[in-house]
């Protein structure tokens, strides 16, 4: 049984990675051709901000349609649901022509039905993984694997949309995504289902406690207020979401525009390279000090932003690779290390609604910074930039030219990390002494 259990997630996991993956490229794909029209940040940070938006809408759709859904019907429905939507923007973008563009609206409508069904999908997922291993070890690697898939998407998406926007145009980035679907459904419809997990009751029990509470904000404040390990696991969602998706936008963007185009398949191969190291090194080792390895990580990776904003590192290929190399290898040890957290803080019997709740955290947070972001760049930093009042030698730190309102906004992004964690120490550090330290 625990073998087929093995097995079953195993084509789930890889289901749920091609798909995520190409659903990221063809959005990644779609905003940077936006950008590369206008020249605004904002069009490119739209597009992410509709998908995110949706993807909260669909957290009250789950818990109140879909979780007695059997696992294998629903995960059909939403890799279908996805397939369809790429059918619909390859006739809206490809069939339009030069003097007539696609309307902005459709197209967002469309991606915003794609990213509902990638919602309830990653939170079935997120929620069955401890219930088909029991084993804490293989359930320790489990999550890893899990959540990995975040750490490759946000280190392969960006750059790989980027490229094959460059050199196949949208249609590349379509085939790309309505082959990964066409896989991902494949996987869930060849999985090794057991006869007790389609017939396992999947309903959500009526629990009588304030999770229960109307509005995923008041739920998320009863969790807040309900132990220490909750509050924390919540501040590191919250901090790495928000910094990881305005890097989304942030870096794509700054290379484009600083930097040849073919630095952008070098970054493609470094961070593909930085990401196996790191999951290795999950996988083999650091797993098991997750609790540890976590906020270590965190502050190696604000270093690097912090040196991202100065102009000495610009133009030291060594440095620069050597820096993305080891931000990529962190980021699937930061996934998996969060993903752990909410595994040990979450009930068996309460699943779905942990897990609603960490992704309603983590899904607004990334809408704010998808937001937020690009607002401030294209309308407080770059005309704060222009100011003459600088002095000299902050202005030749910083550097001048294409791109320099990136990099300084991703340096920016490094000293959120550092006061995230230093006020999670000083506001959080003290745990009570009536909570049982079971997660961070």
Known sequence: MAQRSNRLFRYLWGGQLISNLGT?????????WLFAQSGQLLDFGLVAMVVQAARLLALP???????AWRPGRLMVLCHATGAVCTALLAVVLLGSSADEPPRLLGVLAIQALA?????????????LIPLLISDQERLQRANGLFATVDGLVITMAPFLGSWLVASQGLGGVLL??????????LSVLVAPWSQAMQQHDWAVPEASNQLMAPGTWNRLLALWQRSFPARSALVFTALTAFVYASLEVLFPA???????????????????????????GWRWRLGQQWRTVLPLSLIIQALILMGTGLQAFAHRPVVWFGAVLVFSAALPVVMAALHQAWVTLAPRDALPRYFSLRYGCEWSTRL???LGVPLLVDHGLRPALNWPLWPAWLTESLGTGE????????????????GGLSWKHLCLGAKPSNVQAEGL
């Open 24 to 32: 990221q490229t063809s959005l990644y794909g779609i905003g940077l």
């Open 61 to 67: 759709l789950f818990l109140r349609v879909f979780p």
């Open 115 to 127: 990213a509902v069904a990638e919602a309830v999908l990653v939170v079935r997922l997120s929620s």
């Open 176 to 185: 790309l995504d309505g082959i990964s679907f066409l896989l991902a459904l």
């Open 254 to 280: 700054w290379v484009a525009l600083a930097y040849a185009p073919e630095r952008m398949g070098w970054v493609l191969i470094t961070g593909c390279l930085g990401y196996l190291i790191g999951f290795a």
């Open 368 to 370: 704010c910074a998808f």
């Open 403 to 418: 791109g320099r309102v990136m990099a300084i906004a991703i340096g920016g992004l490094g000293w959120v990390i550092a």
